[in-house]
């Protein structure tokens, strides 16, 4: 409580630095657990939690989080394991369980937050190529904290919701039973881009194509979850996926003669990346890659990723390793412009891009509020583990009547932290 002495004289402080740190001052500092898979050197574990730990770069200046980490769930333990030492430099313990970390070893909810963070560590893999990381059984464990204690908090949930769509579906359903903010997803939709741009709220949309880079399925998450934080934004805002079908190989460059993507979107994509590869590395020559066939030989295991959606947006990924190193994205607006960016990645070791997914943590952990909807990493998550059906059963095309998710992302743009 603040007595009188200690309230005069924070009120002549504020006469200098103004009233809102006045209330800063005197706020106690929001408790957060941390439930993770591993915390090793350059896992998300560690990227994440130590700007909670010890502040972060934003907007020019160092930025300490009125965020407090008091206690840790670390589900394996690799060589290399910093979570002891984190927990001796800051003051907090290390738990064997998630509920008692969640009740800091007493016997009720006694955080005021819970970032889960499954990425990294040894689990099983499935004949889709998934990485069963446990994320959904680690929600489930504090969702049973929340209902036992009476009591529920904002929970975050880094990357997929899970690599099962239907364990996506009901962690939201979970969340809104319960009535707690939830908020997911990866550091792309809200790292800085360059240009800056974004597609015009409420944007009537003819067609919009993302190229990304890496392996399936943590990379080709990223690429489809940057795609949805713009297309989300279109005119009555999205209606749910009506079909999918993951193709690869020459079947890719097949369908762009076919016009089943668009060639020009491809070009406008291709022009915001700085990691163009071939003969622009080799001497700096700069080429049309859309066009000069370069593409075809560069790119030896392309995949494209079709998405129809309900209201008959065409909207495509394209995985082109060895063409590029970086995610951009382009989309044509109906009788306008084409709207282009590349979704900006710092390099390690600092990866500073995730300061501003930790940022809009933090925003939802002190407000009470998440920043944008869990709807869109829940419909990223089950479309990708659809398109991964679709591969493995012959690339066939799947309709998806059970991704009827729809909703509208908000007309105010959080990228660049």
């Known amino acids: 409580m603040l007595d009188r002495r200690t309230f005069l004289a924070a009120m002549g402080t504020a006469a200098l630095v103004g009233p809102r740190s006045l209330f800063a001052a005197a706020a106690e500092p929001k408790r957060i657990a941390i439930v993770t898979t591993v915390f090793t050197y350059q896992s998300h574990a560690q990227h994440m939690g130590d700007r909670f730990l010890i502040g972060y770069p934003r907007h020019g200046q160092w930025h300490t989080p009125p965020l407090k980490v008091v206690s840790l769930y670390v589900d394996q333990r690799p060589?290399?394991?910093?979570?002891?030492?984190?927990a001796e430099?800051?003051?907090?313990?290390?738990?064997?369980?998630?509920?008692?970390?969640?009740?800091?070893?007493?016997?009720?909810?006694?955080?005021?937050?819970?970032?889960?963070?499954?990425?990294?560590?040894?689990?099983?893999?499935?004949?889709?190529?998934?990485?069963q990381y446990p994320r959904f059984e680690f929600f489930q464990q504090a969702v049973e904290v929340f209902e036992k204690d009476g009591r529920a908090v904002p929970i975050f949930n880094d990357k997929h919701l899970s690599y099962d769509g239907k364990k996506a579906r009901k962690m939201v359903a979970d969340s809104k039973r319960l009535k707690f903010p939830f908020l997911a997803g990866s550091s792309l939709p809200v790292t800085w881009r360059l240009p800056p741009v974004e597609v015009p709220y409420g944007?009537?949309?003819?067609?919009?194509?993302?190229?990304?880079?890496?392996?399936?399925?943590?990379?080709?998450?990223?690429?489809l979850e940057a795609m949805q934080c713009m297309v989300e934004r279109r005119k009555g805002g999205e209606t749910g996926i009506e079909s999918v079908q993951l193709?690869?190989?020459?079947?890719?460059w097949k369908a762009g003669e076919e016009g089943l993507w668009s060639k020009r979107l491809l070009e406008a994509a291709l022009t915001r990346s700085d990691t163009t590869q071939g003969v622009t590395k080799l001497d700096s020559r700069m080429q049309n890659l859309a066009t000069n066939g370069e593409l075809q030989k560069l790119v030896t295991q392309p995949a494209a990723y079709l998405i129809k959606?309900?209201?008959?947006?065409?909207?495509?990924?394209?995985m082109l390793n060895g063409a590029v190193e970086d995610y951009t994205f382009a989309a044509q607006i109906k009788g306008g412009d084409i709207v282009s960016t590349q979704f900006f990645l710092p390099p390690t070791p600092n990866v500073t891009y995730s300061a501003c997914l930790v940022a809009q943590i933090e925003e939802m952990i002190t407000t009470g509020v998440a920043p944008y909807p869990v709807e869109r990493t829940e419909i990223v998550s089950a479309l990708l583990d659809r398109c991964l059906d679709s591969k493995v059963e012959g690339h066939r095309r799947i309709e998806t009547p059970e991704l009827n998710i729809s909703y509208f992302g908000r007309d105010v743009s959080l990228f660049g932290g």
């Open 79 to 86: 060589e290399g394991d910093l979570s002891a030492k984190r």
């Open 89 to 131: 430099a800051h003051g907090f313990q290390v738990y064997p369980t998630i509920a008692e970390a969640l009740r800091c070893g007493g016997d009720k909810l006694a955080v005021d937050g819970v970032v889960i963070i499954g990425e990294h560590g040894k689990y099983p893999i499935n004949a889709k190529g998934q990485v």
């Open 203 to 223: 944007a009537e949309l003819d067609e919009a194509l993302m190229v990304g880079v890496g392996g399936s399925d943590p990379m080709d998450y990223h690429a």
């Open 247 to 252: 193709i690869e190989g020459d079947a890719v």
């Open 309 to 318: 959606r309900r209201d008959g947006l065409r909207t495509t990924l394209l």
